[in-house]
Nanobody, 128 residues
Framework: QVQLVESGGGLVQAGGSLRVSCAASGRTFTMSRMGWFRQTPGKEREFVAAIRWSGGSTYYTDSVKGRFTISRDNAKNTVFLQMNSLKPQDTAVYYC?????????????????????WGQGTQVTVSS
């Protein structure tokens, strides 16, 4: 089992920056990838970014490319999402996810149902 705890959400003005973190504990040595998803009321959970734990390859949805950066600290079993140039449409609950299975294609990284472990979420609100 892997436990995930997000932190760092909050309120920021449009154009500002925010960094959210996700600390993993438990059987972290089994993790192959971690990702960030976001969800707004009435909508499905949306893929934001993912990182392969070994090697550090990263994947992003088009709407955040160039603005968001996912990174990891292997020693601390923590993944970060640095969000710059934030827009009101980035407002959502951001969830961290992890899984032990490797992905070979982008579609796997971006599929919420390919992740077994989830955090409780952290609210990010971008005001206009």
């Amino acid at each position: 089992q892997v436990q995930l705890v997000e932190s760092g959400g909050g309120l920021v003005q449009a154009g500002g920056s925010l960094r959210v973190s996700c600390a993993a504990s438990g059987r972290t040595f089994t993790m192959s990838r971690m990702g960030w998803f976001r969800q707004t009321p009435g909508k499905e959970r949306e893929f934001v970014a993912a990182i392969r734990w070994s090697g550090g390859s990263t994947y992003y949805t088009d709407s955040v490319k160039g603005r968001f950066t996912i990174s990891r600290d292997n020693a601390k079993n923590t993944v970060f999402l640095q969000m710059n140039s934030l827009k009101p449409q980035d407002t959502a609950v951001y969830y961290c996810a992890a899984d032990i299975n490797y992905c070979l294609v982008y579609g796997c990284y971006a599929a919420a149902n390919s992740y077994a472990y989830w955090g409780q979420g952290t609210q990010v609100t971008v005001s206009s």
